[in-house]
């Protein structure tokens, strides 16, 4: 599979960054890598909703632009960013069909129980919304969860 576009989602996290590093292994030279950073305000009662808004994609832009700038630093020559404003599953999924990414490779942040049940699953959710084909990194020391079914006997099928 020729990788003309890797759409790799960051949320201003070393773990995010980290899947960065690995798209860079899996293009080959004048593979685009396009780094994501969906942006939403959150603004206190009575605040203006407008300039919220106009604050998140600012800052967006700034942290985008340090990484892009590292990148190339460390000679990654084909590097675009972009900020989309909205939900980050919806943004990865939207901007993937954008892009015409041919892989998407993030991290996830490896939650379970509680934290996932309130968080959600940004990497669940951009499996199941895109065609694109996704690389999910692990973080380093995240538990392995066998699933609840593991151990029982499988059953044999009936026809």
Do not use: C, F
């Amino acid at each position: 599979m020729k990788l003309g576009k890797i759409l790799v989602p960051l949320d201003g996290s070393a773990l995010a960054e980290a899947a960065m590093w690995k798209a860079v292994e899996l293009g080959t030279t004048g593979t685009m890598l396009v780094l994501l950073r969906a942006a939403e305000a959150y603004r206190m009662p009575g605040a203006d909703p407008i300039q919220a808004q106009i604050n998140a994609v600012h800052e967006a832009e700034e942290y985008l632009g340090a990484v892009a700038a590292r990148a190339k630093e460390a000679g990654i020559d084909h590097v675009e960013t972009h900020v989309w404003y909205g939900p980050p599953a919806a943004a990865i999924i939207e901007a993937a069909e954008a892009q015409d990414a041919d892989l998407i490779v993030m991290s996830s942040h490896g939650r379970s129980g509680l934290g996932r049940l309130i968080l959600g699953s940004v990497a669940e959710s951009v499996l199941r919304g895109t065609r694109a084909p996704v690389l999910v990194l692990r973080p380093e020391g995240a538990p392995v969860e066998p699933p609840s079914d593991a151990g029982k006997p499988l059953e044999a099928s009936r026809v």
